[in-house]
C-alpha cells in the first residue's frame, strides 16, 4: 500500500469553504482522477484519507495536509496534477510526496498567519501588539456546543508582530499587516482569539472583518520561532533513497 502526503491550498472565495465541503469536494476529485484508493473495512466503507489539523472557516490557507492510501502505487506529481484539475480553482494541490517517514500529525505542532486588518492604522496595531505581548494572560471568549468557554490565550503565542501596509492596498484607506506564530494547544488558539485578546488589552477593534491566511504549519523551530516544513523529513528520505541506489548500481559489476 502506497501513501501519498498532499499540500493543498484555500484561496479567494474558496476560504469559506467548510472543511465538510472540502472533505466532498475532495472524494468527487479522488473518483474524477480516477485514483486507485484503498478503503476502510466494515459495512460502509470509505477512503482512507487522513485530514490534519483543518484551517476555520472563512480563513485562507497556502498550507492544508492529508494523507491518502493507495491500492495501487502511483507517481505523485502526476496524481497531484490529476487532483489539481479535478477540484475547483481556489482549492489547490500544490504539492504531493510519498510517505517516507511516520508520523505527519505530530509534525503539525504550529501555524503561521498573516492577519489583514483594512481600516487600521499600522501604528495602531503596533500599539495594540506591544500591550498584548506586555500582558502576562490574556483571556478570551469562546462560544462551544454547550457554553461559553474562558481560557488564556498568551502561553500559545510565539510571536506577534506588525508587518507595516501592505503594497496591494487598493485606497488610501490606512490597513496594517499582523504574523502570528502560534503553538498548536488545547483548547486551539486561533487567530479570532487573538482579535479578541487584542481588543481585550488594547481595543484594538477593527472596522471590517480581518482578512486571515495561515502561510505555514508544521513543527515549530524554538529557537528562530519560525514553523518548518512537514513533508521535509519525506523529501529528504526519497532523496537518500535515491542516492543508495544510485551508489548500489555503481559498486555492481559490470
Known sequence: MQRIRLRYTKRGRLRFTSHRDFQRAFERAL??????????????????????NAAPTGTGSEAEYLEIALTEARDPELLRALLDESLPAGLDV???????????????TASEWE???????????ERAVAAF??????????????????FDARPAVVQLETQGEPA????DQPCAILRLVVRHVTPAVRPDDVLSGLRAVADLAPPVPVAV????????????????DPLAPDREAATALI???????????A
Open 168 to 171: 496591494d492596498r487598493p485606497t
Open 133 to 150: 505581548k506586555a500582558a502576562e494572560a490574556v483571556e478570551v471568549q469562546r462560544m462551544t456546543k454547550n457554553d461559553v468557554r474562558t
Open 31 to 52: 473518483r474524477r482522477a480516477e485514483v486507485p484508493m484503498a478503503y476502510s473495512a466494515g459495512f460502509t466503507p470509505h477512503p482512507k484519507v487522513s485530514y490534519a
Open 213 to 228: 491566511t495561515r502561510l505555514a504549519q508544521g513543527l515549530l523551530d524554538e529557537e528562530t520561532g519560525t514553523v518548518t
Open 243 to 253: 542516492s543508495a541506489g544510485s551508489a548500489a548500481a555503481a559498486k555492481a559489476p
Open 115 to 125: 492577519l489583514r486588518l483594512d481600516g487600521v492604522e499600522p501604528a495602531e496595531a
Open 94 to 108: 500544490v504539492e504531493a510526496v510519498e510517505a517516507r517517514t511516520s508520523g505527519l500529525a505530530d509534525r503539525l
